[in-house]
């Protein structure tokens, strides 16, 4: 009996490891080249800790595949100029079982409209939420002050959050979530994700998603070849892009996105602030060079934040001149100059791109100092003002409103992203009208003021637009490449 019974327990715990084992070999495995700083939606402001919170929390409205905002935990019933009603899908719930309340609501939208919150002034048009979860309408209806060109946009970044497990979360820990994933296990080497088979709206085709952190771009290729990552989007260098398309195992998809590579400024430096230092350094960078030589021709020379696909991309802006000879004479009338010191992420791309752009700036004059760190201190720095000068990346932008995120007097952290800490009248008035403007027409022209006065006046010196590159082995089904690089696609993809 005692060895019946030792046969019985190894044989389940066999059993066990093999269903466990063959969940993980079903699960997608994607690469990050650097972890995210949080999942937790009210915090993350990197584009990957944005996205997978993405899969973990549920937005009442999502951004689609034609980078318009469509219904995702709820479905929109009613919509007039100052108010919006929605129904929710039935039998929400939170990854613990407890259903979403109207408690739950009220706590994500008094979160989102906090002065400290950096969606503040996105939702400071809201006037009142009312919701009423108990009755068999599960409405949500929520009134506007004024009108909102970017509402149902905006609505897309505010998740759900569950209101009575907020309180006592330690330091860094992410509340959880009524998306279609759950979280298993975050450490810095590695997410894990768990389906949600209970889900009220979507049920993901794949037990699970393992983010893998990779840092090294030669480790990641080898990964990627060897069949140990099924997919990287964004994630790869241009030089490591046609190893990936030799492989008789992969698909490498190569398309425009909504990515924008830029030097960021900080304009509270007293050198910086000037704008002829600002136009030297425009002058100076050979933009064209870096995009030909060193990026593969995997990139198209940037006008604005905004990309070529977007509607509101103006065309008839003029990619910088490269002219070092201008860059000299400008520097004249301005006198000797401090050293500057010049950051960059450690991401090998980033650090050899950087070199090009300083070797550049001190071939006509300034002198310049590069620092590279990784990830998490990179991006602090930025966050804290702690720079001068930096390389940086607008990712997944869709809506023109961007510009007043990005460059509105009122957004300069901590709570806004006018990381440069730039203010400039007219293009605060400009962007506060495209907010409220909702003919489109005008809502155009309007925006092409914008990056026009933003470009005249550099207070970031836009480089390219780097195309996307994602990688996805042949046995994963179903993958289409978003547009905006979002992580939604794996709700929908198969790994048989």
Known sequence: ??????????????????????????????????????LDPRFATDATGTRIAGLLYSSLVRIGPELKPVPEAAEIIEATPLSYKFKLKPNLSFSNGRAVDDSDIQASFAFARDPKSRYSTSFSVIKDVHSSLQ?????????????????????SSLKILPAKELNGLAQGEAPIGSGPFT??????????????????????KVPGVIFKIVRDDNTRLMKMQKGEIDLAQAEFPPSKVPQLESSEKLVVHKYPGLAMSYLLLNLKDPVLKTLKVRQAMAFAINREAIVKHKMEGLATLATSVLTPINPFFDKALTPLEYSPNKAKDLLKDVGPLPELTFKTSSVPTAVENGRLIVSD??????????????WGTFYGDIQNGRFQLATMRWVGSVDPDLYRQAFHSREVPPTGRNRGSYSNPR??????????????????HIYSLVQKAVLDDLPI???????????VNKRVKNYEPPRDGSFWILTQVEKP
Request: proline share 5%; with cysteine; aromatic share 8%.
């Open 427 to 444: 293009v605060d008035a400009l962007t506060d009208e495209g907010m409220q403007t909702l003919d489109l027409a005008k809502r155009i």
């Open 461 to 471: 010196v836009p480089l390219w637009y780097d195309h996307e590159v994602a990688v």
């Open 135 to 155: 009755t068999p309408a599960r409405e949500i209806t929520i009134t506007l002050s004024k009108p909102s060109a970017t509402f149902l946009s905006d609505l």
């Open 183 to 204: 979280l298993v296990k975050k450490d810095a080497n590695e997410i894990e994700l768990k389906a949600r088979v209970d889900h009220a709206y979507l049920k993901p």
């Open 1 to 38: 009996m005692k060895y019946a019974l030792v046969f019985l327990s190894v044989l389940f715990t066999l059993t066990a490891c093999t269903r466990n084992r063959g969940n993980e070999d079903h699960a997608i495995v994607v690469a990050l080249s650097a972890p995210p700083s949080t």
């Open 361 to 374: 700036l001190q071939a006509v004059g300034f002198k310049i100092k590069l620092q590279s760190y990784e």
